[in-house]
């Protein structure tokens, strides 16, 4: 007997995928007609409201194409989900990464009602290399 995901479980992973196929229509299904986008980058705050605004925001936001080189959820205890990736691009696409933290808050029918971003900013090669030099990490 195999196990039922439901529509809230089955989100992280429609997330990942539009995502990384940077279709933001895709994208925009997943969130409730008034969703509220609340980010927090380096040095800046700022707000979007509605499915394309935060889908074009969130579907473009990364540093150009690429991958989740990890893409880690948790459930809260108040039922939300808390989706910690590192986004990378390819060498032919520059080579940054992106270091972020997104909690969704759901409605009853699974769709994000609100995106809280923390983002640690977007890393070229040379900070990469700086930072391994200057503070390698104990755990990667």
Do not use: K
Not at 22 to 29: G, H, S
Not at 73 to 100: I, K
């Amino acid at each position: 007997m195999s196990e039922v995901q439901t529509i809230d479980e089955l989100l992280p992973e429609r997330y990942r995928t539009a995502v990384e196929a940077r279709d933001v229509d895709r994208l925009a299904a997943l969130y409730h007609p008034e969703v509220l986008l609340d980010a927090h980058v380096p040095n800046w705050r700022f707000q979007l409201q509605g499915p394309a605004a935060v889908a074009a925001a969130t579907g473009t936001g990364l540093p150009g194409p690429g991958r989740f080189a990890s893409f880690a959820v948790e459930r809260t205890a108040s039922a939300d989900l808390l989706v910690q990736f590192e986004w990378r691009q390819d060498a032919d696409h520059g080579g940054q990464v992106s270091r972020e933290v997104h909690i969704f808050r759901l409605d009853d029918a699974g769709r994000i009602v609100e995106q809280v971003v923390f983002c640690a900013g977007v890393w070229d090669r040379e900070l990469q290399a700086r930072m391994a030099e200057e503070s390698p990490l104990v755990r990667p």
